[in-house]
């Protein structure tokens, strides 16, 4: 009676006995233990109050015993297959169906309401991606909801999130200055989280607040986009650079190492693995969207000249499982990447910028590799669907689906572009040791 099970996920109704047998006490057939709904879910149970308590003889009597025809005992039966019916059951099974069981979104459903707290969502949400080591995207949740928690510190229903609050949230992020692509973060973020209200029933279409301005619903703002691509003639300053420091030195090469790597992201080049190199190229996924499209495009980035002196400079020494770049070395989980990824980058993003003050230039990061090396390439009229393989974007459209992928002479070709400055990088006249 009671019972669930579908796709790792079950659930029994019990008589727990446990605050009684702990300390070895006998437990008495008179004693009144709590009925519980006891949900399991790879390996970790979570029990639910039914808010019933009943001795042995009126256990066994819910469960088809003699004593079935106690009034008391019926309407406990129908009360819970009432909510095992309406409720349990049919979340249990929404969530089993769709593949998006978390406990943190079992909780959010049983707790009924349309007045489910906002920030307790927030943070059940957090809690999820964490868990999947999805590291990166916890972070943007974390500071949309610092961003929310510092806007308005007291409890915020689902209820409360109209298209009036999300207008007066929009100003005062306005007012404390902070960019439209900051603004347009955090209210993507809020959407998600309402998005997900709104697939789990928490909320209806009706109450839900973003859409057509025209039609009353919220729109989330668009800021025009920072000029991000640097000229090719910077890029040779910055390269020619005289560092007055190693460690300026490494931030500037890991800087260069990513405009010519198809502007690929740190996040990306500090995993890559000499194993990830075959006939003197890169072979790797995006991180960022490999968990979040159905079709995974793999992406192939010549190891330039350029390229070779700078693994050989700064690398670490080849081998069948070691990193290419030393950073990640004696870490071995997600978190510990993240942190490790995140100093690197706030660490060329600090002297990066010292150099190009240095040289009279915008400030830059490392957001503007893969910019710059899109920008540059299609100025000099890279075909299109050439820089769409070269950075992971899935093609634009049904012509583009029918060119196959460039082969290796057309990807140096092409990357061989990027270079400032002709004949003056001295060429390396074999391939590195792990290429052979």
């Given at each position: 009676?009671?019972?669930?099970?579908?796709n790792?996920?079950?659930?029994?109704?019990i008589?727990?006995?446990r605050?009684?047998?702990?300390?070895?006490?006998?437990?008495?057939?008179?004693?009144?233990c709590?009925l519980?709904?006891?949900?399991?879910?790879q390996?970790?149970?979570?029990?639910?109050s039914?808010?019933?308590?009943l001795?042995?003889?009126?256990?066994?009597a819910?469960?088809?015993?003699d004593?079935t025809k106690?009034?008391?005992?019926?309407?406990y039966?129908?009360?819970l297959?009432?909510?095992?019916?309406s409720?349990?059951?049919?979340?249990?099974?929404q969530?089993?169906e769709?593949?998006?069981?978390?406990?943190?979104?079992l909780?959010?459903?049983l707790?009924?309401s349309?007045?489910?707290?906002?920030?307790?969502t927030?943070?059940?949400?957090?809690?999820?991606?964490?868990?999947?080591?999805k590291i990166g995207?916890?972070n943007v949740?974390?500071?949309?909801?610092r961003?929310i928690e510092?806007?308005?510190?007291?409890?915020i229903?689902?209820s409360?999130?109209?298209?009036?609050?999300l207008?007066?949230?929009?100003?005062?992020m306005?007012q404390?200055?902070?960019?439209?692509?900051?603004?347009g973060?955090?209210?993507?973020?809020?959407r998600?989280?309402?998005?997900?209200?709104k697939n789990?029933?928490?909320i209806n279409?009706?109450?839900?607040?973003?859409?057509?301005?025209?039609?009353?619903?919220?729109?989330?703002?668009?800021?025009?986009?920072?000029?991000?691509?640097?000229?090719?003639?910077d890029?040779?300053?910055?390269?020619?650079?005289?560092?007055?420091?190693?460690t300026?030195?490494?931030?500037?090469?890991?800087?260069?190492?990513?405009?010519?790597?198809?502007g690929?992201?740190?996040?990306?080049?500090?995993?890559?693995?000499?194993?990830d190199?075959?006939?003197?190229e890169?072979?790797f996924?995006r991180?960022k969207?490999?968990?979040?499209?159905?079709?995974?495009?793999?992406?192939i980035?010549?190891?330039?000249?350029?390229m070779q002196m700078l693994?050989a400079?700064?690398g670490n020494a080849?081998s069948?499982?070691?990193?290419?770049?030393?950073?990640?070395?004696g870490?071995?989980?997600?978190?510990?990447?993240k942190?490790?990824?995140?100093?690197?980058?706030?660490?060329?993003?600090k002297?990066?910028?010292?150099?190009?003050?240095?040289l009279?230039?915008?400030?830059?990061s490392?957001?503007?590799?893969?910019?710059?090396?899109t920008?540059?390439?299609?100025?000099?009229?890279t075909?299109?669907?050439?820089?769409?393989?070269?950075?992971?974007?899935s093609?634009?459209s049904?012509t583009?689906?029918?060119?196959?992928?460039?082969?290796?002479?057309?990807?140096?070709?092409?990357?061989?572009?990027?270079i400032?400055?002709?004949?003056?990088?001295?060429?390396i006249?074999?391939?590195?040791?792990?290429?052979?």
């Amino acid at each position: 009676m009671f019972k669930f099970n579908s796709n790792g996920i079950s659930l029994n109704l019990i008589r727990d006995v446990r605050n009684f047998t702990r300390d070895g006490r006998k437990l008495l057939k008179t004693d009144e233990c709590p009925l519980k709904w006891c949900t399991t879910f790879q390996r970790k149970q979570v029990y639910y109050s039914t808010g019933i308590n009943l001795n042995e003889a009126d256990w066994l009597a819910l469960n088809g015993g003699d004593g079935t025809k106690k009034a008391i005992i019926k309407e406990y039966r129908e009360t819970l297959q009432k909510y095992y019916d309406s409720t349990i059951q049919k979340n249990l099974k929404q969530l089993a169906e769709n593949g998006t069981f978390t406990f943190d979104l079992l909780n959010v459903r049983l707790s009924k309401s349309i007045g489910t707290d906002l920030k307790q969502t927030f943070r059940a949400k957090i809690q999820n991606l964490i868990s999947n080591d999805k590291i990166g995207n916890a972070n943007v949740y974390q500071c949309a909801l610092r961003s929310i928690e510092i806007y308005n510190d007291k409890n915020i229903l689902f209820s409360d999130i109209t298209p009036k609050w999300l207008d007066k949230y929009q100003k005062y992020m306005e007012q404390k200055g902070l960019r439209y692509s900051t603004i347009g973060m955090y209210l993507r973020t809020l959407r998600a989280i309402m998005n997900e209200a709104k697939n789990s029933n928490i909320i209806n279409s009706a109450v839900y607040p973003f859409g057509d301005k025209k039609k009353g619903k919220f729109e989330i703002p668009i800021g025009e986009g920072r000029e991000l691509s640097m000229e090719i003639q910077d890029i040779k300053k910055i390269a020619e650079y005289d560092c007055p420091s190693k460690t300026i030195e490494m931030c500037r090469d890991l800087w260069i190492f990513s405009y010519l790597c198809n502007g690929t992201n740190f996040g990306d080049i500090l995993r890559f693995k000499f194993s990830d190199i075959k006939d003197n190229e890169i072979y790797f996924y995006r991180k960022k969207t490999i968990g979040t499209t159905k079709k995974k495009i793999e992406i192939i980035a010549p190891i330039l000249p350029e390229m070779q002196m700078l693994i050989a400079k700064w690398g670490n020494a080849p081998s069948a499982k070691g990193f290419i770049f030393p950073f990640l070395n004696g870490s071995s989980t997600e978190i510990e990447y993240k942190a490790q990824i995140h100093n690197v980058i706030r660490l060329t993003n600090k002297n990066i910028k010292k150099v190009t003050k240095e040289l009279n230039l915008p400030d830059i990061s490392t957001y503007n590799c893969r910019h710059s090396y899109t920008t540059i390439l299609a100025k000099l009229r890279t075909p299109e669907s050439y820089i769409d393989q070269a950075t992971g974007h899935s093609q634009k459209s049904v012509t583009q689906g029918y060119i196959g992928k460039y082969n290796k002479k057309e990807r140096i070709k092409y990357n061989s572009l990027l270079i400032w400055s002709k004949g003056r990088i001295r060429t390396i006249n074999k391939n590195i040791s792990w290429n052979k």
